[in-house]
């Protein structure tokens, strides 16, 4: 993954990994190619006018001798041009001529790349979301941003620039060096003696100048690091007095990124001077040999003239060919890791046909028999096993027991985010592999303990448990999940913005919302996953209400971590390391002496005797 880094501004860029050129790692570059292929003629356009416009820029130097070589003829020229306006007119058409190319070269380029990364990242971004679970447990949301952004940007930018860049430089390259051979072939080679030296210096001074940035870049993005987490954590920096602490350990980190750039800053100047040095003797070197070779009357001083410029734009594309070189090993390296999402199986999601009918509508009934499960990146640990149940349509179902005991990975294996490693689950005693997993999902709810809202709207948040809503359906489901008196009392209303993640909310409001989603939706189904855990007293009645009119003639799998609020609950299963140790109604399970239900029911009631004693006392 793309390392972040922070500049000397202190904002965060990108420092994008290189991948070596071999066939395998160009095949999948051109494979992503094929993305551009709608707009080919706009890039076989882009090309026609890169050949013309460096055609333009390559006789520039020759009309530019020839104008001095008629100058000092005094205007006797011969040949096409026999006069020195007649060659100020060609360069003035030449000027002309050229910015017409550019401008249409740099058009035509930039819609081939802005279309291409447009399909590339709608094509990117659908497989990504059409991934299973089991790909984002063992994934960052940074990294997977990181390829929507950086990566495929890096291949935009290659489509644009990089990619005519190199052309470019080719073309010119050629074409300088024939013309400035058919000059003087004897002042070439003095020419051509001087690259050798600068290229052995610019590897040795490269390698070198790359070593200390990378030390220093790591640095730099170790105090980011250092500032994330202090901010972040601020709470625990002021409580514990530790300002000064956390100031030394930026302060150090500081000086250890100042001394690598200014140990690197001294290798650049060192290299850059030599480069200047070696440029203008360079130059030097050939008016010198130009100038004999004037004296001996085997070069005019136009055509040295010409042979200068043309050296300059030679000098000046193979210096370039480093940098070009840099840029497409970061695009094979991009396009790497976009080919690997983009080759990801995804989940078999068919979002056209979702139209619920009656052969593939759910009544409510779910039966697991037999299963077992465990996580991919975990197969020698099984979280479930051998798991049975049968839940009847209508049923209030409570799965309660320690952390860690599988109670959420049900949750998950319902709504088909994972697959059980063996036994079934079966829907109206169908089982799930019958149905297509968007219609299952579509007669689902799903309300988790952290509740994350999209960041727009209030109404754009409840509408999205049903997209296609009228907006009396909307005010109608925040009623019933006890939301509209809130959301009525704020100034923009339905419209209000939620801020990211929900955060201009309260969790009792977040909650609301949610439900109020759910709501919407209209379930068959219905799974709550700790829903109010997290939540004070007030905001849990107002929650719990709101779940009780959510859960009526629904079947309701409830994830409980207060068992207060499962009492009424037609059946509790009580998981244990895996497997089902307890399951009855809430009476019949406090029978059990020495029961886990019973010992985890009468542990919460005196800490929330407890809790509420205290909070009587404070007030």
Not at 16 to 24: D, G, I, T
Not at 176 to 196: A, D, E, R
Not at 220 to 237: D, H, K
Not at 515 to 531: H, S, W, Y
Request: aromatic content about 10%.
């Amino acid at each position: 993954m793309a390392r972040p880094n922070f500049n000397s501004n202190g904002t965060q860029t990108e420092e994008l990994p290189k991948a070596k050129f071999n066939r395998s790692n160009l095949k999948e570059a051109m494979d992503l190619l094929r993305f551009a292929k709608p707009y080919r003629g706009y890039f076989i356009g882009g090309l026609i006018f890169l050949f013309l416009s460096n055609l333009a820029t390559m006789s520039f130097p020759y009309a530019t001798g020839k104008l001095i070589d008629t100058a000092l003829l005094e205007g006797k020229g011969t040949g096409l041009f026999s006069n020195i306006n007649d060659l100020a007119l060609f360069l003035m058409g030449v000027l002309a001529f050229q910015l017409v190319f550019y401008f249409c070269r740099i058009y035509l380029f930039a819609v081939t790349g802005e279309r291409t990364l447009a399909d590339m990242r709608r094509e990117t971004y659908s497989r990504i979301i059409s991934l299973p679970m089991s790909f984002f447990s063992n994934r960052r949301v940074g990294e997977l941003a990181s390829r929507l952004s950086s990566d495929l940007s890096q291949i935009q930018d290659t489509i644009t620039n990089t990619l005519a860049e190199f052309l470019r430089q080719i073309i010119v390259l050629l074409i300088g060096m024939t013309l400035i051979f058919n000059i003087s072939s004897k002042l070439t080679l003095v020419m051509l003696s001087v690259f050798p030296v600068v290229i052995i210096a610019a590897v040795l001074f490269g390698k070198l100048i790359r070593k200390l940035s990378k030390k220093a870049q790591d640095q730099l993005a170790e105090s980011g690091t250092i500032v994330e987490e202090t901010l972040q954590g601020i709470t625990n920096v002021k409580a514990f007095t530790n300002e000064g602490y956390e100031t030394i350990r930026y302060r150090t980190t500081l000086d250890k990124v100042v001394s690598l750039a200014l140990k690197s800053a001294k290798y650049r100047g060192a290299f850059a001077s030599f480069l200047i040095f070696s440029m203008f003797g360079a130059i030097v070197l050939v008016m010198w040999y130009g100038s004999v070779l004037i004296q001996s009357h085997e070069l005019t001083v136009g055509q040295l003239t010409s042979f200068i410029i043309y050296t300059t734009f030679v000098g000046g594309s193979m210096a370039g060919f480093a940098e070009v070189y840099s840029q497409l090993q970061k695009t094979i390296g991009a396009t790497q890791r976009v080919r690997e999402l983009i080759r990801e199986v995804p989940e078999p999601i068919d979002t056209k046909n979702v139209i619920i009918t009656s052969e593939n509508k759910i009544i409510g009934e779910v039966e697991f028999r037999h299963l077992a499960f465990s996580y991919s990146s975990r197969k020698e640990i099984e979280v479930l096993k051998d798991i049975s149940f049968t839940i009847k349509q209508g049923q209030k179902i409570a799965i309660v027991g320690p952390s860690g005991a599988g109670k959420s990975t049900i949750a998950g294996l319902l709504l088909q985010f994972y697959q059980p490693s063996s036994g079934k689950i079966s829907f109206d005693r169908k089982t799930a592999a019958t149905f297509q997993l968007t219609q299952l999902r579509k007669q689902m709810a799903y309300v988790p303990q952290d509740v994350i809202l999209f960041g727009g709207t209030i109404m754009e948040n409840i509408g999205y448990g049903k997209p296609e809503a009228t907006m009396d359906e909307i005010i109608s489901a925040a009623q019933k999940a006890n939301a509209h008196n809130f959301i009525e009392s704020f100034p923009e209303k339905y419209e209000t913005i939620v801020g990211e993640r929900g955060i201009k909310l309260s969790g009792g409001q977040r909650q609301r919302i949610a439900i109020a989603r759910a709501v919407l939706k209209n379930p068959a189904i219905l799974i709550l996953d700790e829903a109010t855990s997290s939540l004070d007293s007030e905001s849990e009645k107002l929650v719990q209400e709101a779940l009780e009119e959510l859960m009526k003639n629904r079947t309701s799998f409830i994830i409980a971590h207060r068992l207060s609020t499962i009492r009424n609950a037609d059946k509790i299963l009580v998981l244990d390391k895996g497997i089902i140790s307890e399951s009855g109604t809430h009476e019949e399970l406090m029978q059990i002496e020495n029961g886990l239900y019973r010992k985890l029911s009468e542990l919460q009631f005196e800490t929330r005797s407890i809790e509420e004693v205290v909070t009587v006392s404070e007030n």
